[in-house]
DNA sequence: ACCGGTTAGTTCAAATTAAAACCACGTTAT
DNA sequence: ATAACGTGGTTTTAATTTGAACTAACCGGT
């Protein structure tokens, strides 16, 4: 396998995609504080459970669409049930299993932050690339994300 | 301003972008630990450190290029102090400042550490993208970059 | 039915992080 | 000089995160 220190245009790529992912991370964080008091974290967790059917996801599930550890995700679907924006639920079929689900506040409190949400996400990403450049670029990093799924898989 | 839902394209290159980075942090995070017991923050605190002349950077400039938080910074700094791989002494021309030098020992640690640093960068990033959109991921990546350092500053 | 190996989820302690308050020093203008 | 303000860094406290250990329940084969 080579070795060698990477080139200054794998070094460029590498070094701005860890810059990007690190301030994006910062600005979306500040956003969903500032408009709805909520972490990125907990932001994720509400949107999955709005995505899915039901609204709810068992926790493994919820885990896993989210990339959240078992025990982290445990500590925030606490928060937001303490705050009420989720409710849980057992599972008739299968007893371990917990379902975490959406509750009509926890819909509302989605719906205040979104539209902030979107700002930054258009304003810092999308506006900085043309059409062409956004369809190869969701090409490239979905690439990267797959590989990346696989490797981790295979673990 | 464009208020509506992204669309497909966009919504691809948004939640590649988030789930690429999310891994990518991961795995990285994963090796360090692995190879040499440190964390990706701690990595870039002693990256940072090689890399500058004689080997130290006063805290404020450490906290700067690493996107490390101030407080974060006094704490990771005094936990590599402790291991020894960091070493702080005081500013001459400035009495508050304070300088982290990278010890022999640091240098050390950072040398185990590389190769498979490099290896994961390359595995999960590199070979996923052929010269041409290497170069294309590395100017967009940039792009975006400049763009949150931007509206971060004018805050 | 029962054993061993998984999976779902929580709990606990320890480590890390965030954010605000704070101290000491530098800078500028009066 | 000195007051007012900004910068560099640490401290403090509370919140969050990690990782391992743990409980309970499922699943396949005997």
Redesign the pocket.
């Known amino acids: 396998m080579n070795n060698d220190a990477l080139s200054p245009s794998e070094l460029r790529a590498w070094l701005g995609f860890l810059t990007a992912s690190h301030l994006m991370e910062?600005e979306v964080?500040?956003q969903l504080?500032a408009d709805g008091g909520m972490?990125?974290?907990?932001f994720e967790i509400l949107i999955s459970l709005f995505m899915a059917d039901d609204r709810r996801l068992?926790?493994?599930?919820?885990?896993r669409r989210t990339m959240?550890?078992?025990?982290?995700?445990?500590?925030?679907?606490?928060?937001l049930e303490r705050h009420g924006l989720v409710r849980?639920t057992d599972?008739d079929?299968?007893?371990?299993?917990?379902?975490?689900e959406l509750t009509a506040k926890g819909a509302d409190a989605l719906a205040m932050v979104r539209p902030g949400h979107r700002q930054v996400v258009r304003d810092n990403l999308i506006s900085q690339l043309s059409p062409e450049e956004l369809e190869l670029f969701g090409d490239l990093v979905n690439r990267v994300a797959d590989r990346l799924r696989e490797r981790r898989d295979a673990r």
Do not use: F, N, P
């Not at 068992?58 to 885990?63: G, P, V, W």
């Open positions: 910062h964080e500040r504080k972490s990125h974290g907990e068992r926790m493994s599930d919820l885990a959240i550890s078992k025990s982290r995700l445990t500590y925030q679907v606490t928060q849980r599972c079929s299968d007893r371990r299993a917990v379902w975490a």
